[in-house]
């Protein structure tokens, strides 16, 4: 299959691949985040939204929500399920804001689809320009030198009288600013079982390089990957949750 074609054919099954993701408590966490280190406005965009379950999270959380994605079938069903939002077909690379944002996140490690390094610094930059004064930016991301290419994320669900197994896990070969997640999906109906495979290109970086890419423009706390309390990173783990402060 080609780049992104298991998004963009099996869009569809989206939401059963995350189904095991907490949305109200990342959500929550990132509005705590917002109370503790933002400026308090109310005007939300979540970058790399799919199909809006975050968008509408924060929508019933009071704020003015809003996304973007690349993905025209994931903005459809995300326009399905916040109707009240605005969405836009955009690559977070150089994407604009008719109005400055208050809060902008970027979940499921989605910042990583920036490609390389050169992308990563052109998605900081416009995050930046897109951000009003003391504005927030959340997102979590992955080191890439504590990358295991064996471990595999996986989780099975049911829709109708089909049984699914996904699985996903994260491959870097050692040197240079590009890792791939690799992503699979097994279907059985009535005994007859179908997969699909893909990988999709995405940028390496250590937290060590991200800070140090983000150090000029914005304020950078690092924190555990935990969505249920609010503590520092503790230099080991190979996730991590990163609250920026516009400088």
Same mark, same amino acid.
């Given at each position: 299959?080609?780049?992104? =074609?298991?998004?963009?054919?099996?869009?569809?099954? +989206?939401?059963?691949?995350?189904?095991?993701?907490? +949305?109200? =408590?990342?959500?929550?966490?990132?509005?705590?985040?917002?109370?503790?280190?933002?400026?308090?406005?109310?005007?939300?965009?979540?970058?790399?939204?799919?199909?809006?379950?975050?968008?509408?999270?924060?929508?019933?959380?009071?704020?003015?929500?809003?996304?973007?994605?690349?993905?025209?079938?994931?903005?459809?069903?995300?326009?399905?399920?916040?109707?009240?939002?605005?969405?836009?077909?955009?690559?977070?690379?150089?994407? &604009?804001?008719?109005?400055?944002?208050?809060?902008?996140? *970027?979940?499921?490690?989605?910042?990583?689809? *920036?490609?390389?390094? =050169?992308?990563?610094?052109?998605?900081?930059?416009?995050?930046?320009?897109?951000?009003?004064?003391?504005?927030?930016?959340?997102?979590?991301?992955?080191?890439?030198?504590?990358?295991?290419?064996?471990?595999?994320?996986?989780?099975?669900?049911?829709?109708?009288?089909?049984?699914?197994?996904?699985?996903?896990?994260?491959?870097?070969?050692?040197?240079?600013?590009?890792?791939?997640?690799?992503?699979?999906?097994?279907?059985?109906?009535?005994?007859?079982?179908?997969?699909?495979?893909?990988?999709?290109?995405?940028?390496?970086?250590?937290?060590?390089?991200?800070?140090?890419?983000?150090?000029?423009?914005?304020?950078?706390?690092?924190? &555990?990957?935990? +969505?249920?309390?609010?503590?520092?990173?503790?230099?080991?783990?190979?996730?991590?949750?990163?609250?920026?402060?516009?400088?």
């Amino acid at each position: 299959m080609t780049t992104n =074609a298991l998004y963009t054919d099996l869009s569809g099954y +989206y939401d059963l691949m995350c189904a095991d993701i907490d +949305y109200p =408590a990342q959500s929550q966490m990132l509005r705590r985040l917002h109370q503790l280190f933002g400026n308090q406005g109310r005007r939300h965009l979540d970058l790399a939204c799919g199909s809006g379950p975050h968008v509408r999270h924060f929508i019933d959380m009071g704020f003015a929500s809003s996304g973007l994605d690349l993905n025209q079938p994931m903005l459809e069903l995300a326009r399905q399920r916040c109707p009240e939002a605005q969405f836009s077909l955009q690559d977070m690379r150089s994407f &604009a804001v008719a109005e400055a944002q208050d809060l902008i996140t *970027c979940f499921l490690y989605s910042l990583h689809y *920036c490609g390389d390094l =050169a992308g990563l610094g052109a998605c900081l930059g416009r995050v930046h320009a897109a951000l009003s004064p003391a504005g927030l930016f959340c997102f979590n991301a992955v080191d890439k030198t504590r990358i295991d290419n064996c471990s595999w994320a996986r989780h099975t669900a049911v829709q109708g009288d089909s049984q699914f197994v996904f699985s996903s896990g994260w491959h870097y070969q050692g040197q240079g600013d590009r890792q791939s997640l690799r992503l699979a999906i097994e279907k059985t109906t009535q005994g007859v079982t179908q997969s699909w495979e893909d990988e999709h290109p995405m940028v390496a970086v250590d937290f060590a390089e991200l800070q140090q890419l983000l150090a000029p423009d914005f304020e950078v706390h690092v924190l &555990a990957h935990d +969505y249920q309390k609010i503590e520092p990173w503790d230099g080991q783990a190979g996730n991590a949750l990163f609250v920026c402060v516009k400088k």
